[in-house]
């Protein structure tokens, strides 16, 4: 029982965290001049991919036997498989949440504005009979081009990486490297053009830990930045050992624990950050948040994987990455017929479910 207690008090710190890391991020892009696209990218990004690139350097680098370091070859390849499935299919389903809720504001505003004497009449609008539904649009997802863009790029790096676990030559442990130099191209393009322009902080909230003031000092962003980002990695890593705890209890074998669940926890703040963003109207720093985290998946872990271990892949890892594959190429194509919206993206989850129902005759 105490299992259960401890992972929903995990989940409650992990979205209470987020919802002060949000908020400080914002003001830390501010404080450095970069453009809002570029916060998610690149500083939300790194925060919250921490706790899963921490489990694979750990494994790898001081694992002291093959079981350890397969399970940071693991959490390299489970990462991003969440991520372009879950990741994406809550953030369709929170988009869909918030339409129908200004759908339903819409409507309330327009029952609200009709004359007594037109609902004598008949109950005619003074918008002509229009649908409140006709001046709600869908959500503001941003540049669809440079996420197309950002996509095709991970694709191809983890079409490099999937292809190198399952060869072996003498200098493989070497391309590591190139993942690392890889992320650094991304990274230098986001902070030099790839996140639009920084405003003037007008239109955000004030910092959680100086409320009164305009524009807080930048000791406060920091701190409340570095705490949150505390309290999100120890929040993570302690629910991710009540998985490992609960998935026997459960009767479920470890493999399904280290495949399917564990991956979940440890992209749970990309996740959160999300629900957030898109609570609060801010859908492209929702989707820039989980394709940056997803570069970062797709680079540094691969790096470690590559220069510490053998990095070579059984059925389970080769059937996730092309569970991946498959997902990113269903967005690409979304996202080139230009059918990127709530509703198609909440499917992106549905691939995880496949990899969850194919998985089963490959343990047994």
Not at 168 to 197: D, H, M, N, S, T
Not at 322 to 329: E, K, N, S
Not at 348 to 362: D, E, K, M, Q
């Amino acid at each position: 029982m105490i299992h259960f207690v401890l992972l929903i008090v995990c989940a409650a710190a992990i979205y209470l965290a987020c919802e002060w890391f949000v908020n400080a991020v914002e003001w830390l892009g501010q404080h450095l001049k970069v453009g809002p696209l570029a916060v998610g990218t690149i500083l939300a990004a790194f925060g919250t991919a921490l706790p899963e690139s921490v489990v694979t350097l750990v494994a790898v680098v001081f694992g002291t036997s093959d079981a350890q370091k397969d399970i940071g070859v693991g959490a390299a390849m489970g990462g991003p498989l969440a991520l372009a499935t879950v990741a994406y299919g809550v953030t369709g389903w929170m988009m869909l949440s918030r339409r129908r809720r200004t759908l339903a504001d819409a409507r309330a505003r327009a029952e609200a504005s009709v004359p007594a004497s037109g609902a004598a009449a008949g109950g005619a609008s003074p918008a002509s009979g229009a649908s409140p539904a006709a001046g709600v649009p869908d959500s503001d997802v941003g540049d669809l081009v440079k996420l197309a863009r950002d996509q095709r790029w991970f694709l191809a790096i983890f079409i490099v990486k999937v292809g190198l676990g399952l060869v072996a030559f003498a200098f493989k442990p070497w391309l590591g490297l190139l993942f690392f130099a890889a992320y650094a191209v991304y990274f230098w393009r986001e902070i030099r053009g790839g996140g639009g322009e920084h405003g003037d902080g007008e239109d955000l909230e004030p910092l959680l830990l100086q409320r009164r003031r305009a524009k807080p000092a930048t000791w406060a962003v920091v701190t409340q930045t570095l705490v949150t980002l505390v309290i999100i990695f120890a929040a993570s890593q302690l629910f991710v050992h009540q998985l490992d705890a609960i998935g026997p209890m459960l009767g479920l074998p470890a493999a399904v624990t280290a495949l399917l669940l564990s991956p979940i926890a440890t992209e749970l703040p990309e996740i959160m950050n999300a629900i957030i963003w898109i609570r609060q109207g801010k859908t492209p720093l929702a989707l820039a948040n989980i394709s940056g985290a997803m570069m970062i998946q797709a680079t540094v872990p691969s790096g470690l994987g590559l220069l510490f271990t053998p990095w070579r892949f059984d059925a389970t890892l080769l059937l996730s990455g092309i569970a991946t594959m498959v997902a990113i190429v269903y967005l690409l194509f979304l996202l080139r017929a230009r059918k990127f919206n709530a509703k198609t993206l909440s499917f992106a989850a549905v691939f995880y479910l496949g990899f969850a129902a194919a998985l089963i005759p490959v343990l047994g």
